[in-house]
């Protein structure tokens, strides 16, 4: 079973549209996630960052976590065309430093 | 501008010689790590470092070799005995305290003929 898990997609979503994106993890001493945009041919960059239960929002972005199920998501209101990408999540173990990516979902916005 | 530096974007190299990765901070950061990523995958960890002169084993080290001289400097060396070396490396950097969200450079894309 791989440590961090996500829909490898592709997902098509309409512009406007609302990108929903789910990432379950093995690890129940988790303590931190990330949400990560990486375009293609270019390097990871982050964009949420959760610790705690509940929903976190930033802009058009809210990250959702839920600790008992083991599961953390990402949602993308008004998609864009330059929301198109891969997002990957990531998970903070109980090794420091050690974060546990997955796979990556690939998003396409269609206009 | 604070950031992570990466070179070279490209680099291309014959079989059985080895190979170095310059990766620099200016963030002041004292955690530094290596990733390998392959064509649809997620990323694995190389070697990582909390501290100068100081740095562990990740996931998939074998064949990678690192050193921690300086604060700001983590050079990583592709081995001949790296199996499989073409992928793209990205190098980040953390804080050792807080919640030490991990920061990218641009990364190197190394292909091994």
């Known amino acids: 079973q791989k440590e961090v898990e996500q829909n490898s997609g592709p997902l098509s979503v309409p512009e406007g549209a609302i990108a929903s994106l789910n990432c379950t993890y093995s690890d129940r001493g988790s303590q931190s996630f990330f949400w990560y945009r990486q375009y293609s041919g270019k390097s990871p960059e982050l964009i949420m960052s959760?610790?705690?239960?509940g929903d976190k929002e930033d802009g058009r972005f809210t990250a959702q976590l839920n600790k008992a199920s083991q599961y953390v998501s990402l949602l993308i209101r008004d998609s864009q065309p330059s929301d198109s990408a891969t997002y990957l999540c990531a998970v903070n173990g109980v090794s420091w430093g050690k974060l546990q990516f997955g796979a990556g979902t690939q998003v396409v916005v269609t206009p | 501008d604070g950031g992570i530096t990466q070179s070279p974007k490209y680099l291309f190299r014959k079989e059985g010689q080895n190979v170095t990765l310059s990766c620099e901070q200016n963030?002041?950061?004292?955690?530094m790590y290596w990733y390998r990523q392959d064509p649809g995958q997620g990323l694995r960890l190389i070697y990582y470092?909390?501290?100068?002169?100081?740095?562990q084993k990740g996931d998939i080290a074998e064949g990678y070799s690192v050193s921690r001289e300086k604060k700001e400097s983590f050079p990583l060396t592709v081995t001949s005995a790296q199996k499989n070396p073409t992928a793209f490396y990205l190098c980040?950097?953390?804080?050792?305290?807080?919640?030490?969200?991990?920061?990218f450079g641009p990364g190197t894309r190394l292909t091994v003929t």
């Open positions: 963030l002041n950061h004292d955690a």
């Open positions: 980040a950097s953390s804080s050792t305290g807080g919640v030490r969200e991990q920061y």
């Open positions: 959760i610790y705690s239960n």
């Open positions: 470092s909390q501290i100068v002169n100081d740095f």
